[in-house]
């Protein structure tokens, strides 16, 4: 049903400077440009996803609503949108599973770069029968364009994303038994909690729970929350010569939790969205 994440929402406050951030941090040119409703678009579209920077423009109900959550939360993670090959069954599932769906809408973007159209249907999960996350559900019509590397050692794909909740067994039912991803991990440890690992075509939705700690508490209710996300590069050395070059604070390189993985953390310059990059292992022959 689901067949993979086609893209995830960063809110930002400037959509010029986030768009410079992103380009910086990916080295990776904008696939995809697009303003209007009283929102301002760019997308990065990578090997396996996209990233979608959105910012207020102008007046307006959708340009307000957004201001509000920045002024409320400051900028980062908003949601996470999944892709499927039948919007209507997705529908039909998301209502037998009570996750209380938007009606299907048909939505057409203009590409501001190339001119280009791009169309979709979506419908939208209600955020209370998902613990506050903001999921979404797209069938597109075609493929956007990819974005195109600018420099060494660029991000090529995400490697998964986060999200952390107070009750892992309502999380595993949301995303393993509802929405159809397969569990691929599920382990405790005394430092980290409990890690459960969802696959979602070739990447991970991590949930994490860590026991004693709070959850966030939005007018009186315990909801879930998008942490972060940690991205793929082919060469860790040439990604963090490069990212510190330009300015970027960035960590050393270290050994990751899976064996012969490098992981570096960025501290800055990702629009509020806690960000690990990681290496992977090398597989055998």
């Given amino acids: 049903m689901i067949t993979g994440l086609d893209h995830v929402v960063v809110l930002t406050g400037d959509i010029a400077a986030g768009t410079t951030a992103y380009q910086t941090l990916f080295a990776q040119d904008p696939s995809w440009r697009n303003s209007g409703d009283g929102v301002d678009r760019v997308l990065f579209t990578l090997d396996n996803m996209s990233l979608e920077l959105m910012a207020p423009a102008g007046n307006g109900e959708t340009a307000d609503r957004i201001r509000n959550v920045l002024a409320a939360q400051g900028e980062g993670l908003a949601s996470l949108c999944f892709r499927t090959d039948d919007i209507a069954k997705m529908h039909r599932r998301l209502?037998?599973?009570?996750?209380?769906?938007?009606?299907?809408?048909?939505?057409?973007s203009k590409d501001a770069i190339s001119g280009a159209t791009l169309s979709w249907k979506r419908t939208r999960a209600s955020a209370d029968a998902t613990r506050g996350i903001r999921l979404f559900f797209l069938e597109r019509a075609g493929e956007r364009s990819r974005s195109v590397a600018s420099g060494e050692g660029p991000i090529t794909a995400m490697d998964h994303v986060v999200v952390s909740t107070d009750d892992p067994e309502r999380a595993a039912a949301l995303y393993g038994a509802r929405l159809g991803l397969d569990m691929a991990l599920d382990r405790s440890h005394p430092d980290w909690g409990r890690?459960?690992?969802f696959r979602c075509?070739?990447?991970?939705?991590?949930?994490?729970?860590?026991?004693?700690?709070?959850?966030?508490?939005?007018?009186?209710k315990v909801q879930d929350k998008l942490r972060g996300m940690c991205w793929r590069v082919a060469d860790a050395d040439a990604t963090h010569a490069r990212l510190t070059a330009a300015g970027v604070d960035v960590s050393e390189i270290r050994n990751g939790r899976k064996p012969g993985t490098?992981?570096?953390?960025?501290?800055?310059g990702t629009c509020g969205v806690p960000t690990l990059l990681v290496q992977p292992s090398v597989k055998p022959e």
């Fill in 195 to 197: 890690l459960m690992f």
């Fill in 95 to 108: 209502d037998r599973l009570t996750l209380k769906p938007e009606p299907v809408a048909e939505v057409e």
């Fill in 201 to 220: 075509g070739d990447l991970i939705v991590e949930v994490t729970h860590r026991p004693g700690k709070p959850g966030d508490r939005t007018q009186d």
């Fill in 262 to 268: 490098r992981v570096m953390t960025v501290r800055k």
